[in-house]
């Protein structure tokens, strides 16, 4: 399962203005911002329970009511979701497992678990891990839409061996169109189906799991129970990591290190990245970058909040106060010549400052130091917060993950605020001196480094 940190124990995000929390249901309990509609009672319960050694939310059904997903206006499912923004973009994962349930083999009901985007009883569309005791386990997609009508299908033959849990289901939306995918391992993703919604790709305001099931006869139903152990929003591309799962670094991660000489590692539950002695780690306008950058690719036009936890202190002790500098920092970037940096510089002098770069097509590039109020040298963890807003970018520094003051209000780069390629978003090591000879080795380390989409 992939690495996220949805309800970490450590520094949390505020609501982001699109609305939707990662959550792996690890703390136990239920997290305020889901809600639960439906349009039927009894009303399924919604809980987190022990799963298999982890946390999932359960929908748990009770006997003898149908809750099914019909096209009559009237919504019978339990949908469990969180309030977002509509009209914009996003790209769903949820880990589902197939309903469990005891009927017999001559039961005909339906039972199924799955993803939805909603936004009333006439304009939605779903993806679902269903079961049924003869014909076994299928995937079952649909919409309703008040503009472009209502339909549904089915899978059982995917592409992958089906039937086995986990299952992975992924509901991608761009404009008005919505894309449906399933993977058995959360890294081969097998396309399904597309559908166009105006109405609800202009309307559509809820989104999250739900549970549902089918059977001719009402009364014949039999209770079951829905399992999800996460859900999350990929349109980023970014997968927050607190580096506490693994003894190597997880594959969401790529390394950058044109001097070729740099080793990214991961140690005692922090990412690491060593830069050897006498050889230049630099970043700066105009040049190809040689800082050593652990980054994951994100979409170049989606606006972002990223926060890392560093050491801002090199391991290593200092003999030479020849201008040595060593840095820790996050930085979005596009190519050589277009990314926005800033980080935490431990000088030969003993002080330690922040230092802001930028390198813009457009706007040209430069660089500052900051002095911050939280008072320098910094003696313990620091906190780098970094906010893009189309093509505006600010800085912000905190000595504890709470309370944060801001560096740089509006940098505006903009060369940095549109396309689909790929860009490159994490935090980077540097070492510098005036005589590359005497550069001193050094290792920067990363305790969690986590972004959301705004």
Request: hydrophobic share 40%; glycine share 8%.
């Amino acid at each position: 399962m992939s690495v996220i940190v949805a309800n970490n124990p450590h520094v949390s995000f505020p609501i982001s203005p699109f609305g939707f929390i990662d959550d792996n249901f690890e703390p136990g309990t239920l997290n305020a911002r889901w809600k639960t509609r439906t349009d039927i009672t009894p009303v399924p319960t919604l809980s987190i329970v022990d799963n298999d050694s982890q946390k999932s939310a359960r929908i748990a059904h009770p006997s003898g009511t149908r809750y099914d997903i019909n096209q009559s206006g009237v919504f019978e499912g339990l949908l469990a979701y969180q309030d977002v923004a509509a009209a914009t973009d996003f790209d769903i994962i949820a880990c589902v497992e197939y309903p469990d349930a005891t009927f017999s083999s001559t039961n005909s009901q339906y039972i199924g678990v799955g993803i939805m985007f909603y936004y009333d009883g006439t304009n939605y569309v779903w993806l679902e891990a269903q079961q049924h005791p003869t014909t076994g386990a299928r995937l079952r997609y649909g919409r309703d839409d008040a503009t472009s009508g209502q339909t549904s299908g089915t899978n059982s033959s995917p592409g992958f061996t089906f039937g086995v849990n986990p299952i992975y289901l992924r509901l991608k939306r761009i404009g008005n169109a919505f894309e449906f995918y399933a993977s058995p391992n959360d890294i081969d993703y097998y396309f399904l189906v597309s559908y166009t919604c105006a109405n609800l790709g202009t309307n559509g305001n809820k989104l999250g799991f739900f549970g549902e099931d089918y059977h001719a006869t009402e009364a014949s139903t039999v209770a079951w129970n829905a399992h999800v152990r996460e859900i999350r929003n990929t349109y980023l591309g970014f997968i927050s990591d607190t580096f506490e799962q693994g003894e190597s670094l997880a594959p969401h991660w790529n390394e950058l290190d044109n001097v070729g000489d740099a080793t990214f590692s991961l140690v005692s539950g922090q990412a690491k990245i060593a830069l050897p002695n006498a050889s230049k780690h630099d970043m700066y306008a105009g040049n190809p970058i040689e800082a050593a950058i652990l980054y994951q690719n994100v979409r170049s036009h989606v606006d972002f909040e990223l926060i890392v936890e560093i050491d801002p202190c090199p391991d290593g002790a200092d003999t030479d106060v020849n201008n040595d500098r060593w840095a820790a920092g996050i930085v979005f970037r596009l190519d050589d010549t277009n990314w926005y940096a800033f980080e935490v510089m431990a000088r030969d002098t003993g002080a330690t400052s922040v230092f802001e770069r930028w390198d813009d097509d457009t706007s040209g590039g430069s660089g500052q130091f900051i002095n911050p109020a939280v008072g320098l040298p910094l003696a313990g963890p620091v906190w780098l917060r970094m906010v893009r807003v189309s093509t505006t970018f600010s800085a912000y520094i905190s000595d504890d993950g709470v309370t944060w003051e801001t560096l740089t209000a509006s940098r505006t780069l903009t060369a940095l605020g549109s396309g689909d390629a790929a860009s490159k978003l994490g935090c980077y090591a540097l070492a510098w001196h005036s005589v590359e000879a005497n550069i001193l080795a050094s290792n920067q380390y990363f305790s969690e480094i986590k972004a959301i989409q705004l």
